[in-house]
């Protein structure tokens, strides 16, 4: 299975400031169609996991700009621009180039 | 506005069964692939199955494999997994979600608690 790592695991981060989680795969998710399939989600303290991002750059619907995704074969980057109180929580990346679909293992955000 | 609500969670004893389903709206169910992905307390997430629309397509977990079962029916707008033998490690809150067929999953249901122990 290919192994997606991010890093940090645990991000403190000042109400206003930017941010930046790095997602590492295994292997290239650059898939043979030409699309690379690396998502984003956030999931906000008990609540289920909401996508931000898709394919790698790509943000869903009523996301906020301050969100940007970016990166290419093996290396991708959350970026937020000014974090605000509603950005806490966990974010996770998922790829799905490759069978079975798998996750990071979470970034933890929090207000310091 | 696109709604997946899952209920059928609960605890059980190891070795038992349970079924879970997913029931759908706002959206039209038939068309769009659908999984089902499960998070242990306190941890990250695991992809556990996916369905395609006329059920032709199943693909399972390796961990799974053999004990849990997909299916859908798509007259009544819901998802299932039906999951037996259950193990202590299947401890996990379970969530359906719809796959956009462009890039994978984009809305999730609650989830729903399952609790393997004695």
């Known amino acids: 299975d290919v192994v997606m790592t991010q890093s940090p695991l645990s991000l403190p981060v000042t109400l206003g400031q930017p941010a930046s989680i790095s997602c590492r795969s295994s292997?290239?998710?650059?898939?043979?169609?030409?699309?690379?399939?690396l998502n984003w989600f956030h999931q906000r303290p008990g609540q289920s996991p909401s996508r931000l991002i898709y394919?790698?750059?790509n943000r869903d619907s009523g996301v906020p700009d301050r969100f940007s995704g970016s990166g290419s074969g093996t290396v991708f980057t959350l970026k937020i621009s000014r974090v605000e109180a509603e950005d806490v929580g966990v974010y996770f990346c998922?790829?799905?180039?490759?069978?079975?679909?798998?996750f990071g293992q979470g970034t933890k955000v929090e207000i310091k | 506005e696109v709604q997946l609500v899952e209920s059928g969670g609960g605890l059980v004893q190891p070795g038992g069964s349970l079924r879970l389903s997913c029931a759908a709206s706002?959206?039209?169910?038939?068309?769009?692939?659908m999984h089902w992905v499960r998070q242990a307390p306190g941890k990250g997430l695991m992809w556990v199955s996916h369905?395609?629309?006329?059920?032709?397509?199943?693909l399972y977990a390796d961990s799974v494999k053999g004990r849990f079962t997909i299916s859908r029916d798509n007259a009544k707008n819901t998802l299932y997994l039906q999951m037996s033998n259950l193990r202590a490690e299947d401890t996990a809150v379970y969530y359906c979600?719809?796959?956009?067929?462009?890039?994978?999953?984009?809305?999730w249901g609650q989830g729903t608690l399952v609790t393997v122990s004695s």
């Open positions: 979600a719809r796959d956009d067929g462009v890039a994978g999953e984009d809305y």
């Open positions: 394919k790698v750059s």
């Open positions: 706002g959206f039209t169910f038939s068309n769009y692939w």
């Open positions: 998922a790829q799905g180039t490759y069978w079975p679909r798998t």
């Open positions: 369905i395609s629309t006329d059920e032709s397509d199943t």
């Open positions: 292997q290239n998710l650059l898939h043979s169609n030409g699309n690379t399939y």
